[in-house]
């Protein structure tokens, strides 16, 4: 049997019914893909605005709450230093004191020999014998003529014509002793002897050299150092020199003993300002009974200087050279950034004292980027960010 016909109005409802169902999944599908394409660019935009936007870091001012430390660089010098010259030509005999040798006051360091010289003092020995005994005759006759002339048996000018030669035999003759001392004095620095006591630092000389005095291009044969004691010499800032006071110490290391300390006390400024390095020479001493420090060393000289009590420090990362002065980023409340002059008091390397300009509520940009500039938009690093990168 055939099945009965559905009729047409029932076939067109249910074509109508899928038309409109296809149509609703057709729109869906948009919907969704334009849904994802604006989410999309939406986290694309908040990405592209969020990497614009610079990280930075940023602290609080601290104020200055004790002693603060100024390290410099000294050079430490002896106590006393004497390059030791020749006084005498001739040729060195013999030395006795090399680099390093304790020596007393006066104690011979060298011998020279002395030929020259010594025949200059025969000679002038001999010189001196004859002018003796011109003086001698000299004498005799004027005492003579001073006789005749009170029996009137010579004039009274040629009687003076004698004692007038004895003046210039007695002048002869003490000329002649004179250049005999001379030569004789000449011949005593054929001993090279030390000036102090204290350390051989320098021989330039050796048997046989030949020794000329008197020469400005001649080198020291010796040079003897008293090291019982030190000099340091320290160039102090014209901004740090009122902090310079009498009996103050300081601490001195060296880098030849990593972790230890030498004591020095202040002996004295030079009480002027360099105007080609704007510093102050500032004297210390230091006891050195071990001979620990050597002249010509270098030192970091530590300053311990008095506290202001309200200074404002900012580390010196934070400083940005604009040309209208000495800048430091802040950031307001809606983490904008604020550019802000400000006036340094003191520069301590690491830390600067700010005179005015900051207070320790204000936010501050550590090392803030160059091209950072008024108004521009920042976002802050938390605590935990911070000791994250630190630790990177």
Not at 279 to 284: A, T, Y
Not at 363 to 376: F, I, N, R, T, Y
Not at 382 to 390: C, I, M, R
């Amino acid at each position: 049997m055939h099945e009965p016909l559905k009729p047409v109005a029932v076939q067109g409802h249910k074509l109508k019914r899928a038309g409109l169902i296809g149509i609703a999944a057709v729109v869906v599908v948009v919907g969704l893909g334009a849904t994802t394409r604006i989410f999309a660019k939406q986290e694309l935009t908040d990405w592209t605005a969020e990497q614009a936007t610079p990280t930075v870091s940023a602290f609080h001012p601290t104020m200055d709450g004790g002693q603060r430390t100024l390290s410099l660089p000294g050079s430490v010098e002896a106590w006393s230093q004497a390059p030791v010259f020749a006084r005498t030509n001739g040729y060195l005999k013999a030395w006795y004191a090399d680099i390093g040798t304790q020596v007393k006051a006066g104690e011979v360091l060298a011998e020279i020999d002395t030929p020259d010289v010594d025949q200059q003092v025969e000679a002038a020995t001999a010189d001196l014998a004859t002018a003796q005994a011109q003086l001698k005759l000299a004498d005799t006759t004027a005492r003579r003529w001073d006789r005749l002339v009170a029996q009137d048996a010579v004039s009274k000018q040629d009687a003076e014509q004698k004692r007038s030669d004895l003046a210039v035999k007695r002048a002869m003759a003490n000329a002649a002793l004179a250049n005999v001392d001379r030569l004789r004095t000449l011949q005593g620095f054929r001993r090279i002897v030390a000036p102090f006591d204290g350390v051989v630092t320098g021989r330039a000389t050796d048997v046989g050299a030949l020794i000329a005095s008197g020469n400005a291009a001649a080198r020291p044969l010796f040079t003897v150092a008293d090291m019982a004691k030190m000099r340091i010499y320290v160039h102090v800032p014209q901004i740090y020199s009122a902090n310079i006071k009498p009996d103050m110490s300081a601490k001195l290391v060296l880098p030849e003993y990593p972790g230890r300390t030498f004591e020095a006390k202040l002996a004295g400024t030079s009480q002027s300002v360099n105007d080609t390095t704007g510093s102050m020479l500032v004297q210390l001493v230091a006891e050195n009974p071990e001979g620990l420090l050597k002249p010509g060393s270098y030192a970091q000289v530590s300053f311990d200087l008095p506290s202001s009590g309200s200074a404002v420090l900012v580390p010196a990362s934070a400083l940005l050279f604009r040309p209208q002065g000495m800048t430091v980023a802040l950031i307001d409340g809606s983490g904008r950034v604020k550019l802000k002059v400000i006036k340094i008091a003191r520069d301590d390397g690491a830390k600067v004292e700010i005179a005015s300009g900051l207070s320790p509520s204000d936010l501050v940009v550590d090392s803030p980027p160059d091209a950072l500039a008024d108004g521009d938009q920042v976002r802050v690093l938390d605590a935990k960010d911070q000791v994250a990168n630190a630790r990177s």
